[in-house]
């Protein structure tokens, strides 16, 4: 049994040992991880897609020309595949966002504690004064 395309994450999962593989006119499955694979890879699926679906329409019925129906079906789903593809960029760059600025506020938080952290070595390497010396510093 060919696993789901929840399951694909690795080429080592598809026959053949590829980022793809066509079961059927209408079932593509893409091995996708995208905690290491490239944006490119899903791009390059989304053009493969709708080479096959033009492919798919233009020869279905001869007899009768374009099958507009099912190109524009097929047209409706692929948008649909391209908007929440969309959403997914819009996501992860937000992400990247929240971790730049993150990084950044860690920065200035490190340097202000090592600030505090050198004026009070530098209380300490003075030491015992009297309270007045003390207050004066």
Do not use: C
């Not at 860690?106 to 070595?121: K, M, Y």
């Amino acid at each position: 049994m060919p696993p789901t395309s929840t399951d694909i994450k690795s080429p080592d999962q598809m026959r053949g040992q590829r980022h793809h593989h066509v079961l059927d006119a209408t079932t593509y499955l893409l091995a996708y991880d995208p905690a290491s694979d490239d944006q490119d890879l899903l791009v390059a699926a989304y053009h493969l897609l709708r080479a096959h679906t033009w492919h798919k329409t233009l020869t279905g019925q001869p007899s009768r020309g374009v099958d507009l129906p099912a190109l524009r079906a097929a047209a409706s789903e692929l948008g649909n595949a391209l908007n929440t593809f969309d959403t997914l960029i819009r996501h992860h760059n937000a992400a990247r966002r929240s971790i730049d600025q993150a990084d950044q506020a860690a920065a200035t938080l490190r340097t202000d504690l090592q600030g505090r952290v050198d004026a009070t070595r530098q209380l300490l390497n003075r030491g015992p004064g009297t309270e007045a010396d003390n207050a004066a510093a």
